[in-house]
């Protein structure tokens, strides 16, 4: 028996969808070496993206940023990244940057199959060889899980930060008022699809995030039924300062992740 897709559409609603997202209209001219594209996920909707790319045979992770954020905010970022060697593709959602449409939770969720196909097609073919990750922070995590189960014979890994792994249940920790049966119904259909997930995953959460809480962290790190699974928990670390709490921590993990000793 095939498992329930999770069903989004009834949290697409005013009150929801203005708990949920923050988009901010910004963008900046791309710095040096980096490249901006926009990618077409309905006939009248594109996607505003940032590529910083490392070296042409390095790694790359296609990245869903967090609420609030811009895919250009990168630019300050992805240097962390290139200096270890990897390839930095930051989407946006639509509304955000120079992203058409307005966000819904069902929009991100289908958009994320275009945006990751536009990727392949796009960028890794001239990249001839490099492996493919990808990366969700905050409230990117639903649509890294929908790519992991759309694609895991072309990914070679996941990382979490921070992530919103079950909007049901964050839902429920905010006590907002919705359908129970329909949110209990997307909880365990988020659930079954992370259990589904095979790929590698690196899940890194602050200890004292008080937006996603740890304990959520821990329950999609133990939900996935994998070997080769990997948590790090940041000291002392909020939401929104993981990687400046411990900046060597946090990229030493990544580093680890992508580049395994003897692999």
């Known amino acids: 028996m095939l498992a329930r897709e999770p069903d989004y559409s009834f949290l697409d609603n005013p009150d929801v969808l203005q708990f949920v997202f923050y988009p901010r209209k910004e963008w900046t001219q791309a710095p040096a070496g980096a490249r901006d594209f926009t990618v077409p996920v309905d006939p009248f909707v594109s996607i505003s993206c940032r590529f910083y790319p490392a070296d042409r045979s390095s ?7 967090g609420n609030g954020e811009v895919a250009c905010d990168y630019d300050t970022v992805a240097p962390e ?7 930095l593709f930051v989407a946006d959602y639509r509304g955000y940057g120079l992203s058409g449409g307005s966000p819904t939770l069902s929009g991100m969720i289908k958009d994320a199959a275009p945006i990751f196909d536009f990727f392949l097609k796009t960028v890794s073919p001239e990249r001839a060889g490099s492996s493919v990750y990808l990366m969700g922070r905050s409230l990117g995590l639903p649509s890294v899980v929908e790519l992991a189960c ?23 920790h905010f006590a907002f008022q919705t359908d129970k049966k329909k949110l209990k119904e997307l909880e365990e259909a988020i659930d079954a699809k992370t259990r589904s997930i095979k790929l590698p995953t690196l899940v890194i959460h602050g200890q004292y995030d008080s937006l996603i809480p740890l304990k959520e962290g821990v329950r999609f790190y133990e939900t996935l ?7 790090v928990i940041i ?11 411990d900046k060597e921590k946090y990229f030493l993990a990544i580093k680890k992740f992508v580049f395994p000793a003897g692999a």
């Open 59 to 65: 790694p790359a992770i296609l990245y869903f940023h």
């Open 81 to 87: 990244y290139n200096q270890l060697n990897i390839s």
């Open 150 to 172: 759309l694609y895991p014979g072309k990914i070679k890994g996941l990382i979490v930060e921070s992530g919103v792994a079950n909007m049901a249940r964050l839902m429920r």
């Open 225 to 231: 039924e994998l070997k080769e699974k990997h948590l």
């Open 235 to 245: 000291p002392e670390a909020e939401h929104n300062d993981i990687m400046l709490a």
